[in-house]
């Protein structure tokens, strides 16, 4: 069986370029996004330019405006980058199928089998790397056997080792201060201007099959993907490329910086398997309507949500799905979003029953300087049949426009939901045990059915029940003739009991450490009609308690 063949894909300058992606790479301007971490701003990613001012990932922003004034700034959007993380691995699964995301910025492609369809690893490589380079980003690539060595040779391979010495080395001296001296230098020898290096500069690490051993040797030991705590600690003892760690005792290693380190060592250099999780290939349900002007008034949006929602609904049924929560997405000129989204009681792919929500919703969209783009999509489904043949979808497709008997409430809960949400409506259920306050359990009514049978009570239950609440009276288990409760003064006029309930033995209720109770129906003197409780005493004290009333 061949070995193999894994490929990693490192974008250094995903986050900037993401962002200058959609300025058409129109920005000559040094350009850098910056990560806010409470305390103060870094830099998390940078461009060509700001790289060449001599900015770092990680450099203080008010640093890095010192030496750059000219600097440009976007702060960092976490889920935008994932999200377009995401739509690159959709994209380069028409290289490879098996296509893993490593956050934040790199991925990682099984090509066991598919490099002979692009004539070889070379143009394979070759390949990714010109249609990378069209969608204007910088990439690095490494070619191994193990995920491991991939992604240590797209990061590491051709940089020397660091060694660690003191601060008085001249080339431990700031890069920005070098930078700037040699650029002082340069022009007072009256040379021309320093050329830039080019921004999507393509480099192949390919590893031979069979050859990851010898070929991770040089390389650095940040390259085991661990801590820099424990990448100092290791230059410190000497110990700074692959090999140096490779030919040591597993056991001295795991004793002196830990099981981690050497299982690093180990999957990197194969010994130990490291399997790859390809991205899910999720069901995808949106359209989306690009209008030649901008729209501002409620009824260009209402026509638009008659063009899109039946679209949406088309695409639904064509996988057998329903939308539970649809989201409606306005795109303004001024390059903002306004998302409104609403949930279904129940499933469905019928515009009838979708439209009426995302009206109720259209006094939260704001038009300011106009929507250009509005873009509808079922961020939840469910499965409204199983797929089969076409004259069973189409049997069960003419039983589906059959009415429900629940129809009618389901859309109840759906339009209070969109007022409230669908999380504060809620129904009972029955619930096997034969403590009073548990034998029924809440649910939210648009996840759930109503109860078919509710089953009959060996004994009459209060109408109204809540947490016990103690009751002024002789603690004794005889029924008391007075009692005080809630700063009122009853008297009991008839009873009917006692009823003995003991607690769950088998759990730990902190409620029933009271122990066993004897429940009495009280009528008062006052119209009152109670639940109380005598409760014997365990780890708590004995004594009278009212539970619930009657009416």
Same mark, same amino acid.
């Given at each position: ?343 279904? *009681? ?8 979708? +439209? %009426?929500? /995302? !009206? ?5 969209? $704001? @038009? ?82 109503? *109860? ?8 009459? +239950? %209060?109408? /109204? !029940? ?5 009751? $002024? @009276? ?78």
């Amino acid at each position: 069986m061949p070995n193999r063949r894994i490929v990693s894909i490192w974008f250094p300058r995903f986050g900037a370029e993401r962002l200058l992606r959609t300025y058409r790479q129109t920005i000559d301007h040094p350009f850098a996004v910056v990560e806010d971490l409470g305390q103060m701003q870094v830099l998390s990613s940078l461009s060509v330019c700001a790289s060449q001012e001599g900015l770092q990932i990680g450099q203080p922003l008010r640093d890095a405006q010192a030496m750059c004034p000219s600097l440009m700034t976007r702060l960092r959007n976490k889920q935008a980058e994932e999200l377009f993380l995401c739509v690159l691995a959709r994209w380069v699964g028409k290289f490879s199928p098996w296509v893993a995301v490593e956050k934040p910025d790199s991925l990682l492609l099984d090509i066991t089998g598919c490099t002979h369809l692009f004539g070889g690893e070379e143009a394979f490589l070759h390949e990714v790397q010109s249609d990378v380079y069209d969608l204007g980003l910088t990439i690095y690539t490494g070619l191994a056997d193990t995920p491991g060595a991939a992604w240590a040779l797209a990061r590491y391979a051709g940089q020397a080792t660091q060694s660690h010495r003191s601060g008085d080395a001249i080339d431990q001296e700031a890069r920005a201060t070098r930078s700037r001296a040699a650029k002082r230098r340069h022009w007072e020898r009256g040379g021309s201007a320093p050329q830039r290096s080019n921004l999507h500069q393509k480099i192949q690490n390919i590893t031979p099959p069979g050859k990851t051993h010898s070929a991770s040797q040089p390389l650095p030991v940040a390259a085991l993907r661990i801590d820099q705590t424990l990448v100092d600690g290791l230059n410190r003892l000497g110990l700074r490329r692959i090999g140096d760690l490779s030919s040591q005792p597993r056991t001295s290693l795991a004793r002196r910086f830990g099981k981690g380190l050497v299982e690093q060592l180990d999957k990197a250099l194969g010994s130990l398997p490291e399997p790859i999780s390809p991205l899910q290939q999720i069901p995808h349900f949106g359209v989306r309507l690009s209008l030649p002007e901008p729209i501002g008034l409620i009824g260009d949006i209402i026509g638009a949500i008659d063009r899109l929602l039946p679209r949406l609904c088309i695409h639904l049924r064509s996988q057998s799905q329903g939308a539970r929560r649809v989201r409606l997405q306005c795109f303004h000129t001024d390059d903002t979003v306004t998302n409104v989204e609403v949930g279904l *009681a129940r499933a469905s792919d019928s515009p009838d029953r979708i +439209r %009426p929500l /995302l !009206l109720m919703k259209l006094d939260d969209i $704001k @038009a300011g300087f106009g929507i250009d783009v509005l873009r509808l999509e079922a961020t939840g489904t469910e499965a409204l049949h199983q797929s089969g043949p076409k004259e069973q979808l189409a049997l069960q497709s003419d039983l589906q426009k059959t009415p429900s008997p629940t129809e009618g409430l389901e859309d109840l809960i759906g339009k209070l939901g969109g007022r409230i949400g669908l999380e504060n409506i809620t129904r009972y259920h029955p619930a096997n045990s034969h403590i009073p306050e548990k034998t029924f359990q809440t649910l939210a009514a648009a996840w759930s059915e109503a *109860a078919a049978n509710w089953p009959e009570a060996s004994q009459r +239950r %209060p109408v /109204l !029940l809540w947490r016990p609440e103690p009751v $002024k @009276a002789p603690e004794i288990r005889l029924l008391p003739r007075e009692f005080q409760w809630r700063g009122r003064k009853l008297r009991t006029r008839t009873a009917q009991g006692p009823e003995r309930i003991a607690p769950e033995w088998w759990l730990d209720d902190s409620n029933w450490r009271s122990g066993v109770r004897d429940y009495w129906q009280v009528t008062c003197e006052e119209g009152d009609l109670l639940w109380l409780f005598y409760a014997h005493g365990a780890t708590m004290s004995a004594g009278w308690f009212c539970q619930g009333s009657f009416t």
